[in-house]
């Protein structure tokens, strides 16, 4: 089965978020057809990790599992160790100076600082946005499949055809297909941050990590990005930080607050924003902090 | 930068505080940078320094340009296709050509210095360009910073040598050396292919073409090592860390992100030293064998580049009673002028073709 068929079937799944609880006849038989149905529900689980710099703590003893195909939003006041744990999970901050962790993160079961993990495949099953767009120094089609070659994925034509179907999937195709060969350095702010999405999306990850992929887009811009997100689940697992709480609850289907150093409270996200268990989470969600 | 000092703290009063300056003073200055009554003064100093060397440049190719021509009308075309560099008959009658006097027999053909220098600086360039910007990545990417300081500190210092100390070392040192232990065993192993009987054959003495290129490559490489090595320290880390969390290797990100992100900076720094190279002079007539009328057959034989020919070829070139020989050199220097130009243009027209998918300047991300 292909991503594009799990997609669709993940659109007559997940209409809303809020329609989630409501038992239908068309999830069970999805489920039995879905091809991940033996995997682990949990793709990425965090056991009593523990992070800091040097001697500086950031965060400790966070417990959190994400289940496949699910949107996650990360939450917290600034400065509180979002960005910190999210580059943890693809060790990006394996080579930060002073950088250490405690406890593990297992993918699929497997923890990633394993001895038969492969960094440069972590890396391809675990993929990352960026708060800003960061094109590289080549052209629009270039970019799209510059995980594709560098993982030798494909080759030759192939490359094409990957390239216009992820930069279709990103809604991007209509803009830029007269123009594959020129620099990505002309194209908007927004456009940049819809080709970096289709270069993640361009090596097949099963997991995307997203550090506020849309803070320097203006809400026109944001809103296509948080449509394509939700299109991405569930052929995909997807964990986005992000300060703007409207966009946690509009695409979401968990949250998680860290704040203090410490995971405060994780749940969905309906039940988090609505009926917050913890004081701090109160005040953070209803804006009087932070 | 003095005035923005200044008005931070507040040193000077205010110059435009009079009241003709309708808008703030402090934000005017910080504005601007300069004082009201500096900008006058500034914007002149600064036209004429920067118009200076252009004019210097501008005039000394007209004066060798007026030296050369009656040569240029003598010599013709031959002086760029000949292979020959015959000061004729010093002692003999003089002859005329086109009304120029010139001692009778005299032939002379640039090709072999021209070939010379385009193929010992070509040589300099493809030993120099890998090693510069390896090295420059290995410092910003790769060493641990005390180690890279004290690399930068070497570079600087190898920058600084003196050509001759180079040239010297290169003839006494460097030169027996490849020709006893390096040479004979590149000629012997390499393949017998086409294309590379250039680097077969007799190996001489270590005088010649690839020393020539070798001792080039050594002056060059400090030039464009520094260069790179400050256009990667600004590269901005985001697009490698995309490149990283791309699952790129570290190779990869080297090679498709951080250098042509700044591709455009590595052509104009590598031009720099070509340029160097082209214009080498003593060290090259140190190490090349200094001929005039012979083009290397193979890429270890003796040969000679115009700048070297300049200097080895003035003190005799006095002797000619009518200035022909003279004249002729004052062509080659203009042909040497020409070879700088075109390279620039070259480079230039290179930039432009590539530039376009580099980052533009001011993303800093
Ligand atoms: N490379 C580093 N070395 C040392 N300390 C760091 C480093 N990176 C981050 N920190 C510290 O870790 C803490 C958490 O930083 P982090 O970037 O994860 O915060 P954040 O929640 O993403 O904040 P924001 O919402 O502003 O992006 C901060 O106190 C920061 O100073
Ligand atoms: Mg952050």
Not at chain 1, 219 to 229: K, Q
Not at chain 1, 262 to 274: D, I, M, Q, Y
Not at chain 2, 40 to 52: D, E, F, N, T, V
Not at chain 2, 164 to 173: D, K, M, Q, S
Request: glycine fraction near 10%.
């Amino acid at each position: 089965m292909s991503e594009g068929d799990q997609r669709r079937a993940g659109e007559q799944v997940r209409t809303s978020p809020a329609e989630n609880h409501g038992e239908r006849e068309i999830d069970h038989v999805l489920e039995a057809l879905d091809p991940d149905r033996e995997r682990p529900h949990d793709v990425v689980l965090s056991k009593d990790l523990s992070l800091s710099f040097g001697d500086n703590r950031i965060l400790s003893g966070v417990n959190i599992e994400f289940r496949r195909g699910t949107i996650t939003a990360l939450i917290g006041p600034t400065g509180c160790g979002k960005s910190t744990f999210l580059r943890t999970l693809n060790r990006m901050n394996d080579k930060v100076s002073g950088f250490r962790y405690e406890g593990d993160v297992t993918l699929e079961g497997a923890s990633i600082w394993g001895p038969d993990q492969n960094l440069l495949h972590l890396r391809r099953r675990v993929g990352m946005v960026f708060q800003r767009p960061n094109p590289f120094p080549m052209s629009i089609g270039d970019n799209v499949v510059a995980g594709v070659k560098a993982h030798q994925i494909a080759k030759g034509k192939q490359l094409d055809v990957v390239a216009e179907e992820r930069l279709r999937q990103v809604g991007l195709w209509d803009h830029v297909k007269d123009r594959l060969n020129d620099s990505p350095f002309r194209l908007s702010g927004g456009q940049q941050q819809l080709l970096c999405l289709a270069r993640a999306l361009a090596v097949g990850p099963e997991v995307l990590l997203l550090d506020e992929p849309t803070s320097a887009l203006d809400p026109i811009s944001t809103e296509l990005v948080e449509t394509l997100l939700r299109k991405l689940t569930p052929a995909l697992t997807l964990i986005i930080v992000t300060h703007n709480l409207g966009q946690a609850r509009r695409t979401s289907d968990n949250t998680m607050f860290l704040y203090g150093g410490k995971l405060v409270e994780h749940g969905p996200t309906e039940e988090l924003f609505e009926r917050p268990r913890d004081p701090s989470t109160e005040h953070y969600v209803t804006g009087r902090m932070g | 930068m003095v005035a923005v000092g200044d008005a931070a703290t507040g040193g000077t009063p205010p110059v435009a505080a009079r009241p003709s300056v309708k808008r703030d003073p402090l934000l005017q200055r910080i504005r601007t940078g300069v004082r009201a009554n500096e900008h006058h003064l500034w914007g002149w100093g600064g036209r004429i320094s920067a118009a200076a060397p252009f004019v210097a440049l501008v005039l000394t190719v007209l004066v060798l340009a007026f030296k050369a021509w009656p040569a240029v009308k003598v010599n013709g075309a031959h002086f760029l296709v000949g292979t020959d560099w015959k000061p004729g008959s010093t002692y003999g009658a003089v002859a005329y050509t086109n009304g120029v006097p010139h001692p009778v027999g005299v032939s002379y053909g640039a090709w072999p210095v021209i070939a010379g220098t385009l193929e010992s600086s070509g040589i300099a360039l493809l030993i120099a360009l890998p090693i510069s910007v390896g090295a420059a990545f290995a410092l910003t990417e790769r060493l641990p910073r005390w180690i890279a300081e004290i690399l930068r500190y070497a570079i600087e210092i190898l920058a600084g040598v003196p050509s001759v100390l180079i040239g010297l070392w290169g003839a006494l040192t460097l030169g027996p050396l490849l020709a006893n232990d390096v040479y004979p065993f590149i000629a012997s192993h390499v393949p017998d292919v086409p294309g590379f009987s250039y680097l077969k054959g007799p190996v001489g003495h270590g005088e010649g073409l690839l020393t020539s290129g070798m001792v080039l490559a050594l002056m060059i490489i400090p030039i464009i090592a520094s260069t790179t090595r400050t256009l990667f320290a600004q590269v901005p880390p985001l697009p490698k860390e995309g490149g990283e969390a791309l699952g790129m290797t570290d190779w990869e990100v080297g090679r498709r992100i951080t250098i042509p992100w700044v591709r455009s900076g590595i052509i104009g720094a590598t031009v720099l030293g070509l340029g160097r190279a082209i214009g080498e002079t003593i060290a090259v007539a140190m190490v090349s064998g200094s001929l005039l009328a012979t083009i290397s057959p193979n890429v270890y034989g003796t040969m000679g580049t115009i700048a070297a020919t300049l200097v080895t070829q003035l003190d005799s070139a006095f002797v000619d009673g009518t200035g022909f020989e003279v004249r002729t050199l004052a062509e080659l220097a203009v042909v040497l002028v020409l070879v700088l130009l075109i390279v620039n243009i070259l480079a230039r027209l290179i930039i432009r073709r590539t530039g376009n998918l580099s980052a533009p300047l001011g993303v800093g991300l």
